[in-house]
């Protein structure tokens, strides 16, 4: 049965990977001329896709090894597909838009999102994968990590163990990831014993189904809104009356 002690193990190696890239970033980007805005445009087109490969590719390599550990059985694990570079470059483009305008440092704070989202992908679509591939057919969830998560993450954190794959989930929202966003891909080989420490889907799923009445039953996206009106200390990005 996998518990939190194996979803930290997983979550702990994401972060340590993203953190060096966002530090080799950080470097790169405090030698570049500022006054120089295409130019530093065009030095992160190649730059970010190449820290996204590099270690893109030892998170996903962390995950099927990480798979291998916790499979009840014998499996050969296989690495998933990193993002296309087409995808990293618009994300690089849309966060150069800081550098023409007064704020040119906020280009290295929407990089950084983007490559933990970019980062992080190697890890979750390699586990997302061998579910699909295992014949021992476990299935996943979206696991939130934080103390606290947003209300979208939550929202289909309330499904609990019920993907199988990517594909058969028939739910493309499943694979829709923010910048900094918590959520683990983690497996569940006997889902109805399935207990991860500070992750409750029932109650998550409780306030999913609050809110979609409140909502009258509308999109995802309505309902997650919803929440975060209905039980703002609940997330991160909760809405208060007063902030409203």
């Known amino acids: 049965m996998t518990d939190r002690g194996d979803v930290d193990r997983l ?10 890239a966002r530090n080799e970033l950080a470097g790169y980007f405090g030698t570049l001329d ?15 896709p190449t820290l996204v ?9 962390a995950a099927a090894e990480w798979y291998e550990d916790i499979h009840p059985g014998r499996y050969l694990a296989q690495t998933a597909p990193l993002a296309l570079d087409d995808q990293v470059q618009g994300s690089v483009r849309y966060a150069a838009g800081h550098l023409f305008g007064d704020d040119p440092a906020g280009t290295l704070a929407t990089l950084n999102g983007a490559l933990q989202r970019y980062i992080s992908y190697g890890s979750r679509a390699t586990v ?6 295992d ?3 476990p299935r996943f969830a979206r696991v939130p990590t934080g103390a606290k998560t947003c209300a ?8 609990g163990f019920v993907y199988h794959s990517r594909a058969t989930a028939g739910d493309p929202s499943v694979n829709r990831f923010h910048d900094d966003d918590d959520c683990a891909v983690v497996p569940e080989w006997d889902r109805d014993t399935a207990h991860i420490d500070g992750y409750d889907p029932d109650r998550f799923y409780d306030m999913y189904l609050q809110a979609r009445d409140a909502a009258g039953g509308t999109t995802d996206e309505d ?11 609940e997330f991160t990005d909760g809405v208060h009356e007063h902030d409203a």
């Open 11 to 20: 979550t702990a190696a994401q972060r340590r990977l993203v953190q060096q």
């Open 34 to 48: 500022l006054s120089q805005p295409g130019a530093v445009r065009d030095a992160l087109l190649e730059v970010v």
């Open 53 to 61: 490969r590099e270690y893109g590719t030892v998170a996903a390599t």
């Open 128 to 133: 997302a994968r061998n579910v699909s591939l």
């Open 135 to 137: 014949p021992s057919k």
């Open 152 to 159: 979208w993450c939550t929202l289909l954190a309330s499904r």
């Open 223 to 233: 309902i997650a809104a919803q929440m975060r009106r209905m039980f703002p200390d």
